[in-house]
């Protein structure tokens, strides 16, 4: 995924994960964020929200990365809007997880599209 910019902002507890660009067919998966590389090297993180904007019939799959077992998806993603979780379930990372990527679904030829993911480090 060549077309695709990745802006991390944050602080000790609080950071946003700004990706956008363009998708690209037959795209590998794409490391948002190592855990070991935020501030602090948290051990997990709590997903409070995420808005997004793709591409119509162009989908992002996201993913917890984890090293032992295999990759647990947190959900797929398409057209455009935003989940607050933080007012009804928060999602933490799972045991072993050390990071966040995605992958794409439905792209036939190259997609726009913009991912804000908003973390806390517990």
Do not use: H
């Not at 990745?6 to 998708?23: D, M, Q, W």
């Not at 993913?63 to 455009?80: D, F, H």
């Amino acid at each position: 995924m060549p077309s695709v910019d990745i802006e991390i902002k944050g602080g000790a507890r609080n950071c946003r994960i700004t990706v956008s660009g363009f998708l690209l067919p037959d795209s590998p998966s794409l490391t948002l964020v190592a855990f070991a590389k935020l501030d602090g090297a948290p051990k997990s993180v709590r997903l409070d929200g995420i808005v997004f904007a793709v591409q119509e019939k162009a989908g992002v799959n996201l993913w917890w990365e984890r090293e032992e077992e295999e990759n647990k998806l947190i959900l797929p993603v398409e057209s455009r809007g935003y989940f607050n979780f933080e007012g009804i379930m928060t999602l933490s990372s799972p045991e072993g997880a050390g990071g966040i990527s995605m992958t794409t679904f439905k792209v036939d030829e190259p997609k726009s599209f913009l991912l804000i993911l908003d973390l806390v480090k517990p």
